[in-house]
């Protein structure tokens, strides 16, 4: 069986049914079919995601992609903002790692390159290196994504010295509990999938100094 190619158009249509219910066709009764499209759907973007990571990882030395994340959540809402992690020989599953992520709507959507954790992996020490992040001058276009300890919806930051002091300050006093790392990339129909690749990897690059620092 051929692998599914990359596809712009499958993740745009699943994009469009995010958040819906899915029910099993054969527990859906007369909407049997609707859920068989659904599922199908989901399917190919999954697919066509992982044909993108695969493409990515196969061009960076010694990295190995994890699980792609499934198309639909435990309460069965469809969920179509894919991520992936990516694990070098050297890196822990504890510690974190280069991520690839899709965000967005059906009619504008991008993908996320982030220095984050997985975590169903993190131990007691994952946080403090996560928030190594900030001990590193970082400038546009990269851009931090925040999380407080409160808890609600996370939020994103520019990537300025004003705002990274205002991180680190948060984090010593327990009001933040984590922050991203991330710069996006807009997609397009037009684009092909060694131009996106090259641009992945450029943002997972300006990444990299960041990666290095959480190691330490």
């Known amino acids: 069986m051929a692998k599914t ?30 859920m068989q499209a659904l599922r199908q759907l989901g399917q190919e973007a999954r697919d066509a995601f992982t044909a993108l990571a695969e493409a990515v990882a196969k061009d960076w030395d010694q990295v190995q992609i994890q699980r ?18 990516f694990l070098g ?19 504008k959507f991008g993908l996320s390159c982030e220095l984050s954790f997985i975590e169903r992996h993190k131990d007691d020490e994952t946080l403090n290196y996560q928030a190594k992040v900030l001990d590193l001058p970082v400038r546009e276009p990269l851009y931090f994504q925040v ?18 002091r205002h ?4 984090l010593a006093e327990g009001r933040v509990r984590k922050v991203l790392l991330k710069t996006d990339i807009a997609l397009t129909a037009e684009q092909t999938l060694p131009d996106l690749v090259t641009q992945i990897h ?8 960041y990666f290095e620092a959480t190691k330490q």
């Open 89 to 107: 020989e050297a890196d822990s599953l504890n510690r974190p790692l280069m991520a690839l992520r899709l965000y967005g709507e059906a009619q």
């Open 202 to 209: 450029k943002g997972f690059e300006a990444l990299f100094p």
């Open 68 to 85: 792609v994340s499934l198309w639909a959540n435990q309460a069965q809402r469809l969920r179509p903002h894919f991520w992936v992690y």
């Open 167 to 170: 991180l680190q300050t948060a």
């Open 147 to 164: 999380q407080e300890v409160a808890g609600g919806p996370s939020y994103r930051l520019a990537a300025d010295e004003l705002n990274q």
């Open 5 to 34: 190619p990359y596809s712009y158009q499958a993740l745009s249509d699943f994009l469009a049914q995010d958040g819906k219910k899915y029910v099993k066709p054969e527990k859906a009764g007369e909407k049997a079919q609707a």
